[in-house]
Nanobody, 116 residues
């Protein structure tokens, strides 16, 4: 069983920054990729950024140049640095982990609100 625990959400003004963290715990698993998704009210959950164990990354077009994903493989932690935040970035952000076994897991979500 894998547990994902997120932290770092909150309220920030437009143009501000936040850093989200997600730590995976458990034993006997190997992570293939970790990522962040978000879901705004009334909208579908969407991929924000993803990083593989080899370090390859991909981003949603809407966050390219503003958000950066990174990970510490040994610690099984993934980060999402969010800069130049906009009101449309407001959403619940979910951490996701895909294992080599192809099982996947979700965190409980953390609220990010961008408002003046």
């Amino acid at each position: 069983q894998v547990q994902l625990v997120e932290s770092g959400g909150g309220l920030v003004q437009p143009g501000g920054s936040l850093r989200l963290s997600c730590a995976a715990s458990g034993s006997g698993f190997t992570i293939a990729a970790m990522g962040w998704y978000r879901q705004a009210p009334g909208k579908q959950r969407e991929l924000v950024a993803r990083i593989t164990s080899g370090g390859s990354t991909n981003y949603a077009d809407s966050v390219k140049g503003r958000f950066s994903i990174s990970r510490e493989n040994v610690k099984k932690v993934v980060y999402l640095q969010m800069n130049s935040l906009k009101p449309e970035d407001t959403a619940v952000y979910y951490c996701h982990a895909l294992l080599l076994s192809l099982y996947d897991y979700w965190g409980q979500g953390t609220q990010v609100t961008v408002s003046s």
